[in-house]
């Protein structure tokens, strides 16, 4: 075990009562205290002021020293120099001064730089486009790809990569949306009467058929059944003679059961517009440069 350090320098008058020693008042006044001791005066109070003053500053200075870790001794007058050198010195980090006062900071600063410098893997983001292996030395640094975002990962997985900055969206991301459609003609068709069939009669009188020629189109004559005298309706006196009753038939069904008949099958086209270019577009968000350094070994 080290010897503890030590010291031998003691105060002066150090249990002397306060009677016998000057007060700072009159120590401060004391004419042998401005002008020096004279001869065969020899003021006992005065020179207690004096040595304990003198004595106390050197023992409070040799604490200091062992205090330290040096010895304060009056016999050695070197190693005493050498030691309050080192003691008033004081120490960085538990770092202590050499003999001649000075510390060697390379393990401290070493430290410090080890606990200042970016970690492997830590970024710098700046303005500056100067590569921070000029700042921090021994240190190796790629700049990030141009356009590349920093996104916050989960645990464990920072270091992947992804996204894009431009975008063209897929079927399923598209939102709803409308198109314009336009149907062309083909042009006109018939259809037929088909089975359809609307029938009837009508009573008309025909001077002997002579209206005859003028009952056209879906109605026909049917033909005259002589005298019709007995029929009700059919007696039309003129100049006493008899008229023939002839029948204008027209068939009408009381309810509609016909069909038309079909004229082939045909087709219209739809032409559907398009909406939109498909063009890709731009995906950031609002956003200020920067120089993005990452620092690899």
Known sequence: MAEEPKSNFRIFAENVGDANVETDNEYEVDSQRNSGVVPGIADPRMHNKLYKQATIMVAAIAQV???AGYNALDNDYSGLVSNIRQAFAGSVNGVKPDSQGNI???EVLEEIRRMTYPRVGDFIITKNPENPSKKYDGTTWELLKKDTFIMSAENGKAGEEGGSNSHSNSLDEMPPHTHKATVSSNGGH?????TMNITGTLCL????GRWNPYITGAF???????DMKGNEGA???ESWRWHDIGYATFDASRSWTGRTSTDGSHAHDVMISNTGEGKPYDNRPQYISAYIWIRTK
């Open 65 to 67: 020293i062992v205090q």
């Open 220 to 226: 026909w004559a049917e033909p005259s059944n002589g």
């Open 235 to 237: 007696d039309f006196p």
């Open 205 to 208: 009188p025909t001077h002997t």
């Open 104 to 106: 060697d900071l390379t």
């Open 190 to 194: 018939n259809h037929g009467r088909g």
